[in-house]
């Protein structure tokens, strides 16, 4: 019995808040992953919050899931965006933790505000799915496949701003740089490519699969690839084949299209490249304002304070031009029939 006590005490002894990771003074755990918990800690040499990933130590026998650690580091490191988390410090502590430190992002993830509101306005889920894009060129740019693209590794900052988190199994697409077995299959099942499913390698093609689950479920309210278990997910991420019928009365023609495209089944009849589906997507987007950040936070704000929904921001200019066209066509009418009676 005291044995059993003393195993309890121990278990809970070494889930304990740690008072310092490194120079970092421990705040809150904030999350637990397949590779170790996640720490809120404050950086009194800067006067800052940062956020510690912590290795589990039990992991550390695993060569392979070290060096995919490393490699997320590594990675942040390279990718320079002001929509992409930056990574601050990698380090092995006594205990032989491997730990990093990274940019804490104060605000909430896409899941949270689908879970306030299934299906956003339409000029939200645009700006939404238009940063990711913009920020997706960027991590292709660099021959990286993030491969886990889903709502709950997206976040928008208070301040409005988007950032794309989470990079633990993102792959580098440089040949001999793969550190997945073939036939693994690593993801998130309702987020899913056909082909990850299938096992086989993700590509950039796959990143855009998965961000038109995204769309499609802020336009539809729903996940319709999500099935009661992950085999029948898996069948429906495999065979389901959307129609533009299946979309709410009301969505964008062009937006239907792009969203189709992106959920082709086979990667080569997706876009030909980000670039392409980030121009393509860009078009859907005329006659919104370009900075949409300001909007979104207040909207978000609104959303999650209870507060009066503000309205959606409209080009003025856009607004304007529609107006003096209008406005010019009547003159012209009217100066026309003047013109016609004078003569006559």
């Known amino acids: ?91 092995q502590e006594r205990t032989g933790k491997l730990a990093l430190a990274m940019e804490y992002v104060d605000g909430k993830t896409f899941r949270e505000i689908l879970d306030m509101q299934k299906q956003p306005p339409l000029w939200v889920t645009l700006y939404l799915i238009h940063e990711i894009l913009q920020t997706l060129i960027c991590v292709h740019r660099h021959q990286i496949v ?61 990143d855009l699969f998965s961000l038109g689950i995204i769309a499609c479920e802020m336009v539809m309210g729903k996940n319709p690839f999500r099935g009661e278990n992950m085999e029948m997910t898996s069948q429906c991420i495999l065979n389901l084949k959307l129609r533009s019928s299946h979309f709410p009365q009301g969505t964008p023609r062009k937006l239907r299209n792009w969203i189709l495209k992106a959920l082709e089944k086979r990667p080569e009849r997706r876009f030909t490249s980000t670039k392409e589906a980030t121009d393509e997507f860009a078009k859907i987007m005329e006659g919104l304002p370009r900075q949409l950040d300001i909007p979104m936070a207040k909207w978000m704000s609104a959303v999650f304070s209870s507060e009066p929904i503000p309205q959606a921001p409209v080009n003025s200019k856009s607004r304007a031009l529609k107006i003096g066209l209008i406005t010019g066509g009547i003159l012209g009418i009217a100066l026309g029939a003047f013109i016609m009676k004078f003569i006559a």
């Open 1 to 91: 019995m005291d044995e059993s006590k003393d195993e309890t005490r121990n278990s809970q002894k070494k889930r304990a808040k740690p008072e310092k990771i490194g120079g970092y003074i421990t705040s809150r755990k904030i999350g637990q992953g397949a590779m170790g918990d996640i720490w809120l800690c404050e950086d009194p040499s800067l006067c800052r919050m940062v956020i510690v990933k912590q290795m589990q130590p039990s992991l550390r026998g695993y060569e392979d899931l070290v060096q995919r650690f490393n490699r997320e580091s590594v990675l942040l490191a390279a990718l320079h965006h002001p929509n992409i988390v930056h990574p601050f410090a990698l380090w």
């Open 146 to 206: 993030h491969r886990d693209l889903k709502p709950s590794n997206m976040m928008v900052e208070k301040n409005g701003r988007v950032r794309l988190l989470d990079f633990g199994i993102a792959r580098d697409a440089n040949p001999g740089q793969d550190m997945t077995l073939p036939g693994s299959v690593l993801g998130t099942a309702a987020y899913m490519s056909p082909e990850q499913v299938m096992g086989h390698t993700a590509t950039y093609a796959s």
